[in-house]
C-alpha cells in the first residue's frame, strides 16, 4: 500500500542521508520525495510516498524515523484531508504547426508554457499526480524530449503548522 509520510527534521547536513539511508536499509522503496525549507528558521519538511507492506511495517518505519537524531516529528497523512501537489516540466516536440494544437491541450490543465525553442516547447504543470500524468500522456504523441517532475509535496489541510513544537529557542536546548 502506498502511503504518504512527513517527517519535520532539522536542516543539518547529511540528514537526507540518513532519512533515505534507513528506509534503503529498511528495503522500503522511496516512489517520491521531495525536501524544503518551512517557515521556521532552520527546520526542514520531508515528504515521501513509499510503498509499505502491512500496518506492522508502517509502524516499524515510523518508530525508526522518528530514533533519528534531527527528526522532529514523523506522521503518516494518507488517509487524513491533506493538500498535496507535484510540479512537472515537461519538453515536447513541437513546430509552428502544432504549437496551437499543444497550447488548446494544456489549457484544461491550467498547465503555462515557460519555454519555446523553434523544435520544442517546455510546459510547466502542477496538480495531482494523476492530473500530472493525464497530461503527460496527452502530450507524448508529440514526442516527450524530457521529463522533470518534483514528487509529492503535502501537509495536512485547514490547519495551521504546529511551530510550538520546535521553536528556535527549543533546538537550542
Do not use: C, W
Not at 527528526?71 to 487524513?80: F, N, P, Q, R, Y
Not at 525553442?117 to 494523476?130: L, P
Amino acid at each position: 500500500m502506498k502511503r504518504i509520510i512527513t517527517a519535520t527534521v532539522q536542516n543539518r547536513s547529511g540528514v537526507l542521508n540518513r532519512v533515505t539511508g534507513l528506509l534503503h536499509k529498511r528495503q522500503f522503496n522511496i516512489e517520491s520525495i521531495s525536501v524544503g525549507r518551512t517557515e521556521t528558521e532552520g527546520i526542514s519538511k520531508m515528504t515521501f510516498v513509499v510503498e509499505v507492506e502491512d500496518n506492522q511495517k508502517l509502524e516499524q518505519l515510523t518508530k525508526q524515523l522518528n530514533k533519528q537524531v534531527d527528526v522532529l516529528k514523523v506522521s503518516d497523512i494518507t488517509d487524513k484531508a491533506i493538500v498535496a501537489r507535484e510540479l512537472a516540466l515537461i519538453k515536447v516536440g513541437s513546430n509552428i504547426q502544432n504549437r496551437n494544437e499543444i497550447q488548446t491541450i494544456i489549457e484544461p490543465f491550467r498547465a503555462t508554457v515557460i519555454d519555446v525553442s523553434k523544435e520544442s516547447m517546455t510546459v510547466q504543470v502542477t496538480g495531482k499526480s494523476d492530473k500530472v500524468e493525464a497530461l503527460i500522456d496527452l502530450l507524448r504523441p508529440y514526442g516527450v524530449k524530457e521529463l522533470a517532475r518534483t514528487g509529492l509535496t503535502a501537509f495536512l489541510r485547514g490547519q495551521q503548522p504546529q511551530v510550538a513544537e520546535f521553536t528556535p529557542q527549543s533546538l537550542l536546548q
